[in-house]
């Protein structure tokens, strides 16, 4: 009974979301059986079944049918939206007047057994091994380096916290062919959308017995997850990569996800403001990025030929880094590693990437006392959105904790001044950006109001937080210290978000697996004197290490605005007074804007590979 293995074998909650779960079921479930009622069945009721198949008969069909052909033939309006439509009964007449749907109905109350409603083949997927294995007598308290050749590395788990029969097995194939150019990534994109497409008659067995998988390509090539019972995990894994490497494309299937992804690139100018400032903001500040509009371009020349072409080209060469976390033992994962190269150097003839091949991108250097300021418009929205950028510096133990307390300090007054009390718009965020290894303070906001106006509401903000962490009392500061800790050190409630974590640190490439404990040491030292330096160093108006960027996002009817300006409403006596802003420099040009500006280097790795390795 796979619902009574779920129950029995099931991630522990956070209490919050759960409570607030099993009190919505109350309505369904008397309060003796809410824990267990949606996983446990106490008998079998083929009646039931039956009862209901009894129903589905064409006397009882509803038919909806959507069309523009209908304006000015409805006799209804909907009470919310205002919308036009009819109701009516199928009547005898119209079923008789129509011999297709006679037929039908016909065919219907007639028919056979249909073929193709059978029972499923055995599902091989289904675990029945729950054994929970004891620790190695070498286990490590945090992912430990057990393989590191030119083909592959591999971090390595055991789980000591959980004891569930489950693992969680990521792996990352970094190829430098994935994000070339716009071609390479679009192909990179359709091959996995076309992959997932042919493994869906294995996902929804596995799903069925509790496994899952996700397939994602990404900026250095690819990512694959599968998360689970750990009994049949290696089933599935190796129904994938064989699957990777060998699978043949149909060209419908591709003629189809081809315009299925030309519509998501299409319907991206129908996203919200706030986010197109996020995707600029990405675009400006990464070493290499495509717009929507070069992948649109570029799609045209992908056809089924170059596509087989390219995934042979994808696989010939790679680098594979993994994590294998859970209830496994160190030889069963070094076992599934090598199964994962023997494949696809069996299939693909994959060969190891040069060390010289295996390179990050980076992030862009804004000099000091630098405000570049990048406007676009929304086609669609008629709201504004703004993502403003304070660039601090790399992340480090010290600057992580700088950054991270003075946004705990400023997140309830930056919520409560903007959005509550100024009215900016009902998206207002405050918080750390981080990408490449550099990181920095951003506020988002979308709103009626224009973005030159939301910026300099901003800066009226940041300008009296000065004030406000000099007037803190040391217990008050203690308070904003103890709450970033204890969120901190807030442990993983299930082995698929301690995996998570340490995943993160991986693709990083900052291996910082005892991040959360270094850092609140480190937290615990500082002292507000501290945060009015960082202030004022980093962030205020006049301050001599100011790196800023900001993206205006226009709403649909404005054809123009100012990047600075002067509000009437500034007058407002409940208002603090915003500094006098300088002229920004204006981005017309992402290219040669990144062109003029040098780039970071990469943050180095928290630890010695010679010492990481087991």
């Known amino acids: 009974d796979l619902n009574a293995v779920a129950f029995r074998f099931k991630d522990k909650e956070r209490p919050r979301g759960y409570t607030s779960k099993l009190g919505g079921m109350l309505h369904y479930y008397p309060i003796e059986e809410v824990l267990a009622a949606e996983y446990l069945l106490e008998e079998f009721r083929p009646d039931l079944i039956e009862m209901v198949l009894d129903k589905l008969r064409p006397e009882n069909v509803r038919v909806a049918i959507v069309s523009k052909s209908f304006e000015g033939k409805t006799d209804r309006t909907e009470d919310w939206y205002g919308t036009q439509y009819k109701q009516e009964a199928i009547s005898d007449e119209v079923i008789k007047a129509s011999s297709l749907f006679l037929l039908f109905i016909q065919k219907w109350q007639n028919a056979d057994l249909n073929g193709k409603f059978k029972l499923p083949m055995k599902n091989e997927f289904i675990p029945t091994n729950f054994e929970i294995l004891p620790l190695e007598k070498d286990a490590t308290q945090y992912p430990a380096l057990v393989k590191d050749t030119a083909m592959s590395k591999l971090w390595f788990k055991q789980d000591d916290k959980f004891f569930l029969p489950k693992a969680c097995l990521n792996f990352e194939f970094f190829s430098p062919f994935a994000y070339v150019d716009p071609l390479h990534c679009n192909m990179a994109y359709l091959y996995l959308e076309l992959l997932k497409d042919s493994l869906n008659e294995y996902a929804y067995a596995a799903e069925l017995a509790g496994l899952n998988y996700d397939l994602q390509n990404t900026i250095y090539g690819m990512y694959l997850s599968v998360k689970g019972y750990n009994d049949k995990q290696h089933i599935l894994l190796k129904k994938i990569i064989e699957k990777m ?21 299409n319907n991206f100018r129908a996203e919200q403001p706030h986010q197109h400032a996020m995707y600029y903001l990405r675009l400006l500040m990464t070493e290499v990025a495509w717009t929507k509009d070069e992948l649109k371009e570029a799609l045209d020349d992908v056809t089924l ?9 994808l696989l010939s060469r790679l680098h594979i880094e993994a994590l294998l976390h859970g209830n496994i033992t ?6 599934i590693m090598q199964m994962v190269e023997d494949t ?3 299939h693909a003839h994959t060969k190891p990437l040069l060390p010289s091949q295996l390179v990050r991108y980076r992030e862009v250097q804004l000099p000091d006392r630098g405000w570049f300021v990048y406007q676009q418009r929304n086609e669609v929205h008629n709201n504004c959105g703004i993502e403003i950028y304070y660039q601090t510096d790399m992340q480090s133990t010290s600057e992580n904790m700088f950054l991270e307390l003075f946004c705990q300090i400023i997140s309830e007054p930056c919520f409560n001044t903007l959005r509550t009390k100024e009215q900016l718009g009902y998206i207002v965020f405050s918080g750390p950006r981080r990408a490449n290894g550099i990181q920095g303070l951003r506020f988002i906001i979308q709103s009626e109001k224009p973005p030159h106006y939301l910026e300099s509401r901003v800066e009226a ?3 009296t937080m000065e004030k406000c962490i000099e007037d803190m009392t040391e217990e008050a500061f203690q308070k904003h210290i103890q709450a970033l800790a204890i969120r901190r050190l807030d442990k993983p409630k299930k082995l698929s978000a301690e995996c998570a974590k340490y995943w993160g640190e991986i693709i990083s490439q900052q291996y910082n697996f005892d991040r959360d404990n270094i850092e609140v040491a480190y937290l615990k030292t500082l002292t507000k004197d501290d945060i009015i330096q960082f202030y004022k160093v980093l962030l205020a108006i006049d301050a001599p290490r100011r790196h800023k960027v900001s993206v205006h996002v226009l709403a649909r009817e404005m054809d123009s605005c100012p990047v600075v300006g002067e509000f009437p409403c500034q007058n407002d006596v409940n208002l603090a007074p915003a500094p006098p802003l300088p002229q920004p420099s204006v981005i017309e040009n992402m290219t040669e804007f990144k062109r003029s500006l040098p780039l970071f280097p990469l943050v180095k790795p928290h630890i010695n590979f010679m010492a990481a390795k087991l």
Not at 259 to 264: I, L
Not at 306 to 312: D, E, N, P, Q, S
Not at 330 to 335: D, E, F, I, V
Request: hydrophobic share 50%.
């Open 344 to 346: 696809l150097i069996e």
């Open 461 to 463: 903000f940041l300008k």
């Open 330 to 335: 160190k030889q069963a994962a070094l076992g």
């Open 305 to 313: 030929p170059r596509l087989k072409a390219f995934i042979a080209q």
């Open 245 to 265: 490497a060998t699978f043949e494309i149909d060209e419908k299937r591709f003629e189809i996800i081809k315009e299925a992804y030309m519509r998501s690139l």
